[in-house]
């Protein structure tokens, strides 16, 4: 009987000089089929494509990396007091991975933290990456940046707030979303409109307030600084928030949060006071994370495209090669039951 043919079941597994050999080209050209390399022809592609499909060829992780010099993995590092923000950018980095066939190693840290640095450089020496994307507030990390080029690690920044010109990165327009948020209130006959902070170490936080305070301009009304309340992207903050806007002797008829977490707490408050939403209070948000359907009322809010920005970063750093590329993906207001006119 004869054996089992190599990488059937059964048999011993097939080898990259196998697969070679059957294709009738180097095994240097299998590498760079594998590795997805450019300076192959498409018909030598297909046939050793081909053979690694007969062969049912999986190459050996570590032996790609010795080989190559390539971990075959990046990393995302990422700071953000939101859970369902984090998802998405997980979800997207993970979407482009898959079909890069890369691992995705994703590193929770604290950005403020003085041994942020040494976080970093621990995760590039233990785990070799061939990249990294980094998320708000990380990417503005001066030291982390510092490291990762003094190591010659490539990485895409998303939502950078200083030295643009330093990365390739992915952004939205922060600043015009809000101003569009803040105007969409404005248009039902709001005048007086409570907006809550982000967490301080994100440049988004401020971009938000920025075009918050630009539509109050244009539309001719003064900005009060009582109106505006600190937040920290996360549930609580936004009960905080809500609680001292509703304590004012005038409160808002409108309240804007930074994102769909605060703007959440902000709802239960609202509740907990009898209020009805929207009749005696509208309530906005950013993001438009699943969240931001699931409450009741259905919440106005900007849909920010996170998911898509964190695929758009994984892109660049596997297609860019160094190029620093800047790409601004589009935001969309997104009307729900939350937002009225004002009372009376």
């Given at each position: 009987?004869?054996?089992?043919?190599?990488?059937?079941?059964?048999?011993?597994?097939?080898?990259?000089?196998?697969?070679?050999?059957?294709?009738?080209?180097?095994?240097?050209t299998v590498?760079?089929?594998?590795?997805?390399?450019?300076?192959?022809?498409?018909?030598?592609?297909?046939r050793?494509e081909?053979?690694?499909?007969?062969?049912?060829?999986h190459?050996s992780?570590?032996?790609?990396t010795?080989?190559?010099?390539?971990?075959?993995q990046?990393?995302?590092?990422?700071?953000?007091?939101?859970?369902?923000?984090?998802?998405?950018?997980?979800?997207?980095?993970?979407?482009?991975?898959?079909?890069?066939?890369v691992?995705?190693?994703?590193?929770?840290c604290?950005?403020?933290?003085?041994?942020?640095?040494?976080?970093v450089?621990?995760?590039?020496?233990?785990?070799?990456?061939?990249?990294?994307?980094l998320?708000?507030?990380?990417?503005?990390?001066?030291?982390?940046?510092?490291?990762?080029?003094?190591?010659?690690?490539?990485?895409?920044?998303?939502?950078?707030g200083t030295?643009?010109?330093?990365?390739?990165?992915?952004?939205?327009?922060?600043?015009?979303?809000?101003?569009?948020?803040?105007?969409?209130?404005?248009?039902?006959?709001?005048?007086?409109?409570?907006?809550?902070?982000?967490?301080?170490?994100?440049?988004?936080?401020?971009?938000?307030?920025?075009?918050?305070?630009?539509?109050?301009?244009?539309?001719?009304?003064?900005?009060?600084?009582?109106?505006?309340?600190?937040?920290?992207?996360?549930?609580a903050?936004?009960?905080?928030?809500?609680?001292?806007?509703?304590?004012?002797?005038?409160p808002?008829?409108?309240?804007?949060?930074?994102?769909?977490?605060?703007?959440?707490?902000?709802?239960?408050?609202?509740?907990?006071?009898?209020?009805?939403?929207?009749?005696?209070?509208?309530?906005?948000?950013?993001?438009?994370?699943?969240?931001?359907s699931q409450?009741?009322?259905?919440?106005?809010?900007?849909?920010?495209?996170?998911?898509?920005l964190?695929?758009a970063?994984?892109?660049?750093?596997?297609?860019?090669?160094g190029?620093?590329?800047?790409?601004?993906?589009?935001?969309?207001?997104?009307?729900?039951?939350?937002?009225?006119?004002?009372?009376?």
């Amino acid at each position: 009987m004869a054996p089992p043919k190599k990488g059937s079941l059964g048999a011993d597994p097939a080898t990259m000089k196998d697969v070679a050999e059957a294709a009738g080209v180097s095994m240097k050209t299998v590498s760079r089929v594998l590795n997805r390399e450019r300076y192959v022809s498409d018909e030598t592609r297909q046939r050793v494509e081909a053979a690694i499909a007969e062969f049912n060829f999986h190459p050996s992780a570590a032996a790609r990396t010795l080989a190559g010099k390539r971990s075959h993995q990046i990393a995302l590092i990422y700071d953000n007091h939101s859970p369902h923000y984090i998802y998405q950018i997980q979800t997207g980095v993970w979407t482009r991975c898959v079909e890069e066939r890369v691992r995705l190693l994703a590193q929770p840290c604290d950005a403020a933290s003085p041994d942020l640095e040494a976080e970093v450089r621990a995760l590039i020496d233990q785990t070799r990456v061939d990249g990294v994307v980094l998320s708000s507030p990380v990417t503005d990390v001066a030291a982390v940046l510092e490291e990762l080029e003094l190591r010659g690690v490539p990485y895409v920044r998303i939502s950078p707030g200083t030295e643009h010109e330093r990365s390739a990165s992915v952004s939205m327009d922060d600043a015009q979303a809000a101003d569009e948020m803040t105007m969409h209130l404005l248009s039902l006959g709001h005048r007086r409109i409570g907006f809550i902070l982000g967490h301080p170490n994100h440049a988004a936080s401020d971009l938000r307030l920025y075009g918050y305070r630009r539509a109050l301009d244009r539309a001719g009304l003064p900005f009060e600084p009582k109106y505006v309340r600190p937040g920290l992207f996360d549930f609580a903050s936004g009960e905080a928030a809500a609680d001292a806007l509703l304590d004012l002797p005038n409160p808002p008829t409108a309240i804007f949060a930074s994102n769909d977490d605060m703007a959440a707490g902000v709802m239960t408050v609202a509740h907990r006071r009898g209020l009805s939403l929207p009749r005696d209070l509208s309530i906005t948000g950013f993001d438009d994370t699943p969240l931001a359907s699931q409450l009741w009322p259905p919440l106005t809010t900007v849909r920010q495209p996170t998911r898509d920005l964190a695929y758009a970063a994984a892109g660049l750093l596997f297609d860019a090669e160094g190029e620093i590329i800047h790409r601004r993906l589009p935001h969309e207001l997104v009307l729900r039951g939350s937002t009225a006119p004002p009372p009376g």
